[in-house]
């Protein structure tokens, strides 16, 4: 059973370009979240998804966005790129249980440089 | 504010020594505690804790929740180069059930 995947693995931007994060989580998964993962900070909550629906979402500027499409497969984008969301973006799937409950599968994750 | 806080942040031990990491925490409406290893990218799941006191085991891993004092424990006996990764604590809290996390133990076994 192929894990999650994420793509690209890394890329590098310049300030003020915008990016877009790609996720196909496990098969047969239908919820989708997104951590950035910083030294300073550490595992922050971006957004989960589920069936197409965002069902929660962190503490983040709303230059980061996402949306679940109806094969489950995620993206998120971040706009107007600022030094501080270099980041490793991470991204999490598990079966369709309880929000917040369950073990989440976590992809290799999308290392973003912004220069 | 949630807060979850581990300890130490860093941890330097020898092969076949044994290692306890640290995670406290203050939550709204706790609802389970989760561990995960980080080796190089993807986190991998350890144990899930929901009710105090009752151990979770895995080989040479273990880890126990306290409710009332708030933190769980996550044991590693004879540790191996194996081991050295960071490990993450994360809270599963608050009526909208987010996930929390600490900073991360990062712990180095020599051989």
């Known amino acids: 059973k192929a894990g999650v995947t994420q793509t690209p693995r890394y890329l590098i931007k310049t300030r003020g370009q915008q990016v877009t994060l790609s996720c196909s989580p496990i098969?047969?998964?239908?919820?989708v979240s997104w951590y950035q993962q910083t030294p300073g900070q550490g595992l922050q909550f971006l957004f989960e998804?589920?069936?197409?629906?965002?069902?929660n979402k962190g503490n983040f500027p709303g230059r980061f966005s996402g949306r679940q499409f109806s094969n489950s497969r995620s993206e998120m984008n971040v706009s107007t790129l600022e030094l501080g969301d270099s980041a490793l973006y991470l991204c999490?799937?598990?079966?369709?249980?309880?929000?917040?409950?369950?073990?989440?599968?976590f992809g290799e994750g999308s290392r973003l440089t912004v220069l | 504010e949630d807060k979850v806080v581990q300890s130490p942040l860093s941890l330097v031990v020898h092969e076949g020594d044994t290692v306890t990491l640290n995670c406290s925490y203050e939550?709204?409406?706790?609802?389970?505690l989760l561990w995960y290893k980080q080796e190089k990218k993807a986190p991998t799941f350890l144990f899930m804790l929901?009710?105090s006191g009752i151990e979770k085991k895995s080989g040479r891993l273990s880890s126990i929740l306290d409710k009332k004092e708030l933190f769980s424990i996550l044991n590693i006996t004879a540790t191996q180069t194996g081991d050295s990764a960071v490990y993450l604590c994360?809270?599963?809290?608050?009526?909208?059930?987010?996930?929390?996390w600490g900073l991360g133990t990062s712990l180095a076994v020599n051989p």
């Open positions: 929901t009710s």
């Open positions: 998804y589920f069936s197409e629906t965002q069902r």
């Open positions: 999490a799937s598990k079966t369709g249980e309880a929000a917040g409950t369950g073990e989440l599968f």
């Open positions: 098969s047969g998964h239908r919820s």
């Open positions: 994360g809270i599963n809290a608050g009526n909208n059930r987010k996930l929390i």
């Open positions: 939550v709204t409406n706790f609802r389970s």
